[in-house]
């Protein structure tokens, strides 16, 4: 709640002249004026800041084919443009949340989520929910929890979009999670959701995924209701993880729910719950690594490229695989030019450069094609921004222009602030 203070100023205007001697009249009062507001000084960019502006102008202003690149575009142009000019951010966020918008009804799940910038109005917010599709609340979980975060209409209508959900059988369990924080965890209405969502749980079949992120909402909420309902549910919830493809998110599952019981019950109403429910009692015994496996990266390492640096390693890398080829190159490019040798720097960001493309054109791009993009320019921008930003607009493609563009244009912005 702001607190605003008023502060009234009170005082005398003097008189600069005074009635002349040969004369009775007095002088009129004079009505004191308020003083003409300043007018607003418009804040001067730098030159490194207006470079960022013209950078992102031009980024944005490439259309792209795709929408889910044309999100990318305007959800990373949101974050570089917003310390420099705030209004343009949130244009490009009216933008953004259209496409977004459009993704998830299409069934789609969006590379990026502008909801979560917290640039979009409330007004865009709430008629994204609003406008959202029930049958896709689990592809716009992260887009709920942003519009929920900005204000509290978009929470009203994200509880009647979920409650719509969860009847036609979708879980949106971190949706539902930071609506019920935003509602109140003691509320009704979250206690109540909690209670339906471990009553219509979904498929285990389909559900593995998903299964930590249930089993962390069991967690926050265990400590707030009811401890009948604690063990009513935390039993219902081992016995449908006990139908679970077996593996770490199966056994993180478990181990969550069960320490949660655990604390919520007392050790010793916990052990009785189990003895209660066989099945429930057999999975809290589980076994196995809980460590969920994360998808494999191609990795270079500058340290590397620093241990070789003057040494013209471009033949080795020339062979490796195009995103291999463009990390390797950059990191021996940003080694090298940081040591004052722009011409051999400069042959490795070509060959970095050209395997950018070789990327992007590939008939299965891969995921992390665009984040690469981004490693690559940084490390460019590092040894010369003005020649990275030439290297970025000569790129193939213009979802590719932009990306890169954008890349160099953070690096500035991070100097001159």
Request: charged share 20%; hydrophobic share 40%; glycine share 4%.
């Amino acid at each position: 709640m702001r607190k605003l203070a008023l502060l009234f100023l009170t005082g005398t205007l003097p008189f600069c002249a005074q009635a002349p001697s040969n004369t009775a009249a007095t002088s009129p009062k004079l009505t004191p004026r308020k003083p003409a507001p300043k007018p607003a000084v418009p804040t001067k960019l730098s030159p490194q800041q207006q470079f960022v502006l013209d950078v992102v102008r031009s980024a944005v202003g490439r259309q792209q084919q795709d929408p889910q690149d044309r999100l990318r575009v305007l959800a990373t142009a949101i974050d570089v443009v917003r310390p420099v000019n705030p209004k343009m951010a949130a244009q490009y966020a009216t933008e953004a949340a259209h496409i977004e918008a459009q993704l998830i009804a299409a069934g789609e799940t969006p590379v990026a989520s502008v909801m979560e910038s917290g640039q979009v109005s409330c007004t865009t917010a709430t008629q994204f929910v609003d406008e959202l599709p029930p049958q896709r609340a689990t592809q716009a979980e992260q887009s709920i929890i942003g519009a929920a975060t900005v204000c509290p209409a978009a929470t009203q209508a994200a509880q009647a979009k979920l409650d719509v959900a969860m009847g036609q059988g979708q879980v949106a369990p971190r949706a539902l999670m930071a609506v019920a924080e935003r509602a109140g965890v003691k509320s009704q209405w979250s206690q109540s959701r909690f209670q339906h969502m471990i009553e219509h749980l979904p498929d285990p079949a389909s559900a593995r995924d998903d299964a930590p992120n249930i089993a962390a909402m069991y967690d926050r909420m265990s400590r707030e209701v009811d401890k009948d309902v604690a063990q009513k549910t935390g039993l219902a919830l081992l016995d449908w993880l006990s139908k679970l493809e077996d593996g770490p998110q199966k056994n993180l599952s478990v181990k969550i729910v069960t320490g949660a019981m655990s604390q919520s019950l007392g050790k010793e109403r916990y052990q009785e719950a189990l003895r209660s429910d066989v099945i429930a009692q057999q999975v809290s015994n589980v076994t196995g690594s809980m460590e969920v496996p994360r998808p494999e990266e191609e990795n270079s390492s500058v340290m590397n490229a620093m241990r070789t640096k003057g040494q013209d390693q471009s033949e080795a890398i020339r062979g490796l695989p195009p995103i291999l080829r463009a990390k390797e190159a950059s990191a021996a490019g940003f080694a090298e030019g940081t040591q004052g040798n722009k011409t051999l720097a400069g042959k490795y960001f070509d060959i970095a450069f050209s395997a950018l493309d070789d990327a992007w054109q590939s008939s299965t791009r891969p995921k992390n094609a665009a984040p690469t993009i981004e490693e690559v320019c940084s490390a460019a921008a590092q040894v010369d921004y003005v020649d990275a930003l030439k290297r970025a607009e000569h790129l193939s493609a213009s979802a590719e222009q932009s990306v890169a563009m954008l890349a160099v244009a953070r690096v500035v912005l991070g100097k001159s602030m």
